[in-house]
């Protein structure tokens, strides 16, 4: 059964950071393509961040130079650095891993920026 499990979401205040984490079960993990995504209240879902089984990384243009995602194969785990964070970064971030066709979703962590 593959599982993942976000953690790390929390309040900050603007300008802060935090670092997301999503660990993977029941998958070959350094197979799959990950990503980080994000839905606001009354918004889609979109995805924030991507990195690849070559470790090569994409970015929405909203948090380039202010994210990073990153993954560690040896631990099942990926990760999302936050820094500078904004009110409009405010979501539920979703952790997606995608095997060929298939694809799997975590539950989700809230970040929440806020004064």
């Known amino acids: 059964q593959v599982q993942l499990v976000e953690s790390g979401g929390g309040l900050v205040q603007p300008g802060g950071s935090l670092r997301l984490s999503c660990v993977a079960s029941g998958i070959i993990f350094s197979n799959a393509g990950l990503a980080w995504y994000r839905q606001g209240s009354g918004k889609a879902r979109e995805v924030v961040a991507g990195?690849?089984?070559?470790?090569?990384?994409t970015y929405r243009d909203s948090v380039k130079g202010r994210f990073t995602i990153s993954r560690d194969n040896a631990k099942n785990t990926m990760y999302l650095q936050m820094n500078s964070l904004k009110p409009e970064d405010t979501a539920v971030y979703y952790c997606?891993?995608?095997?060929?066709?298939?694809?799997?979703w975590g539950q989700g962590t809230q970040v929440t920026v806020s004064s």
């Open positions: 997606n891993a995608a095997l060929g066709p298939r694809a799997y």
């Open positions: 990195i690849g089984r070559g470790n090569s990384t």
